[in-house]
């Protein structure tokens, strides 16, 4: 069983390297100083793991940057769980960095992020099981060779982590294929009357959006093999500010946008913006305003400011201007043109035209249309 090669160089001009391939010399910095105890088949320790995610400085003085920025506690429970022989399920609204964390998670364990199952209604069972090359099952029959892992069971025989997106999404009869890998950590091989056994350091990560309760519901035998852990939205308006900054200011180094200088003050607005219509009331708690249906996540804020950082450094003055973000926000709230239309118009008249200070917002906002 080999493990799949990359069609083109996956390193140099990759548009999204890896998490493992980014932050390669962290991992290395980390590693290199780690004298704690590390699971069986782990390449750090669960403290060095729970570091890289949150940030920190190495003992070298390599400097780690924050991967996941919010709640200690929530690093710590997830890194724990998978040290034991419990699987682990994120769970949370879209947004709430349930996939991002997860790939980080895979990197700084196994050094591999790659082993992703992702979970659609047409997912089927060999998509976590295994299938076949059928041109050598026809010429030879089921052997090792014909067969083809899926990556669920690649991770198993190296003692990876692996990772499954939008477990919900996945038909139940799907689902259920997990119950046997997770509390026997094997894979029977029914064709050649083997079995795939689980290495040490095998485990699994998987994730599950909020809003798609009742899709696909867990049943409760593959419930209680995971240990949930919420992802929380930002508490804080400052949080989301920082989370906003952060991601954006990463994503526009490795897009090599060119750098806007002081985008703080729109980043602000746009994230003053999705909170207050997300929660349906200003900041002050003194206007009560509609809700959108979209979601208006933090991951929306992080590409609305990305797009207005990327107009403004190729057509406009190199600063962030509301003009840059005005049609992004617009794009995110305004998800049915009806409704949602209603919705941005009274928020546009009753709470950002109100704020002298947001006068150019407001401007903005109103060239783009209502
Ligand atoms: N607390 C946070 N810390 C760091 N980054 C965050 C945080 N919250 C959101 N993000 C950023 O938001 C973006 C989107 O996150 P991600 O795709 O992981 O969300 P998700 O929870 O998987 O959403 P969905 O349910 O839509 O799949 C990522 O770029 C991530 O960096
Ligand atoms: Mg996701």
């Not at 976590?128 to 892992?149: D, K």
Request: charged share 25%; with cysteine.
């Amino acid at each position: 069983m080999t493990a799949a090669t990359p069609l083109a160089s996956s390193t140099t001009e990759a548009l999204r390297p890896h998490a493992e391939q980014t932050y390669a010399a962290e991992i290395e910095a980390l590693a290199k100083a780690d004298d704690r105890q590390r699971p069986p088949g782990w390449q750090l320790s669960p403290w060095a793991v729970a570091q890289y995610l949150l940030g920190g400085q190495a003992a070298d003085g390599t400097e780690i940057t924050p991967k996941y920025i919010g709640a200690r506690r929530v690093v710590e429970v997830a890194v724990s769980t998978l040290a034991t022989d419990r699987a682990l399920l994120l769970i949370g609204v879209p947004g709430t960095a349930k996939t991002w964390l997860s790939e980080h998670l895979a990197a700084a364990i196994s050094g591999d992020s790659t082993l992703l199952v992702q979970g659609t209604a047409g997912t089927a069972e060999e998509a976590i099981r295994y299938s076949w090359n059928y041109a050598r099952l026809l010429a030879e029959g089921p052997s090792e060779e014909a067969l083809v892992p899926s990556p669920i069971m690649t991770a198993m025989g190296r003692g990876s982590v692996a990772r499954v997106e939008e477990l919900t999404r996945m038909p139940s009869d799907v689902q259920d294929a997990l119950i046997t890998v997770l509390s026997e950590k094997t894979l029977p091989v029914a064709e050649l009357g083997t079995e795939a056994q689980a290495q040490r350091g095998f485990n699994l990560i998987a994730t599950a959006n909020d809003r798609d309760r009742g899709v696909n519901d867990l049943s409760s035998a593959l419930r209680r093999r995971f240990n949930t852990v919420v992802l929380p939205v930002p508490d804080s308006a400052e949080d989301e500010v920082d989370i906003v900054s952060r991601r954006v200011e990463q994503l526009g180094r490795s897009l090599d946008l060119p750098r806007v200088p002081e985008s703080i003050t729109e980043i602000r607005r746009v994230v003053t913006v999705f909170r207050e219509l997300r929660s349906g009331v200003t900041e002050d708690g003194q206007t009560k305003v509609k809700s959108p249906s979209g979601t208006l996540s933090t991951a929306e804020a992080i590409s609305v400011v990305t797009n207005g950082i990327a107009l403004a450094a190729h057509f406009g003055d190199g600063r962030l201007s509301p003009g840059d973000v005005a049609s992004g926000i617009r794009g995110a709230v305004v998800q049915d043109r009806v409704s949602d239309g209603v919705v941005w118009d009274e928020y546009l008249e009753t709470v950002v035209r109100e704020r002298a200070e947001w006068r150019d917002l407001y401007r903005a906002c109103r060239e783009v249309g209502a």
